[in-house]
């Protein structure tokens, strides 16, 4: 396994072993954070173990324009049961997905280092929130990473049935207005596989990243969105 240094690079992606793990160690700097994600490289690691950087074969992602809207959830739209926003409480959607409880784990992977990370992110202008509101309350939300026309879905949380899925629905069809290629949704779960998201192999991935992290239309202004 490779063991990172100081220097900000990575080994090939072809390099990962079988479930994707590719290299141990580095920083989360933000220069390390946005080169990473320019070679479809993310952090996930537990809070006492090492920074562990995946690059998982295939890849797990969501094109904009097929995302599925069943029948249910076009009445929940319908019938604007959630008020969606854009960057107007980041830091609380990050909070919230890091106390969110998730099948078959115990504790959080976004470890406070991580939380400050991605604060620093949003602040220049590189991570972006979605939020429902419900009667004034954030019920549901998630975040993620926008380079060039690729969107890198971090995480997501809900409180009330159908709010993660109205956040999601919404940064779909923004991103699908402004052309963007892909969301990157990194690991499998039902949830997602139900609202349209597909494997697809690692070198396609990587391939769509290259021709589009370099697009100056993105989502780094705010008023993009």
Request: glycine share 6%.
């Amino acid at each position: 396994m490779h063991w990172l240094t100081k220097e900000i690079s990575f080994p090939p992606p072809q390099t990962a072993s079988e479930d994707g793990l590719l290299a141990i160690g580095g920083d989360l700097s933000i220069e390390r954070i946005l080169y990473a994600y320019n070679k479809g490289i993310f952090p996930w690691f537990n809070k006492d173990e090492p920074i562990l950087w995946w690059c998982p074969d295939p890849r797990f992602i969501l094109l904009p324009s097929e995302i599925k809207v069943s029948k249910s959830m076009r009445q929940v739209l319908k019938k604007n049961e959630f008020t969606v926003t854009f960057d107007k409480a980041f830091e609380k959607v990050i909070l919230n997905c890091s106390i969110a409880p998730r099948k078959g784990q115990t504790g959080s992977w976004l470890t406070d280092e991580m939380i400050d990370s991605y604060i620093q992110l949003y602040q220049l202008g590189y991570a972006h929130s979605v939020e429902s509101w419900k009667d004034g309350k954030l019920v549901g939300g998630l975040y993620g990473l926008s380079i060039g026309k690729c969107f890198f879905g971090e995480s997501m949380f809900t409180k009330v049935s159908n709010a993660s899925k109205t956040a999601l629905i919404h940064l779909a069809k923004t991103l699908e207005k402004k052309d963007f290629s892909l969301i990157d949704c990194q690991s499998q779960t039902n949830h997602l596989a139900s609202m349209g998201a597909k494997f697809i192999p690692r070198t396609d991935f990587l391939a769509i990243l290259e021709a589009n992290t370099n697009e100056t239309i993105d989502l780094k202004h705010r008023e993009n969105l």
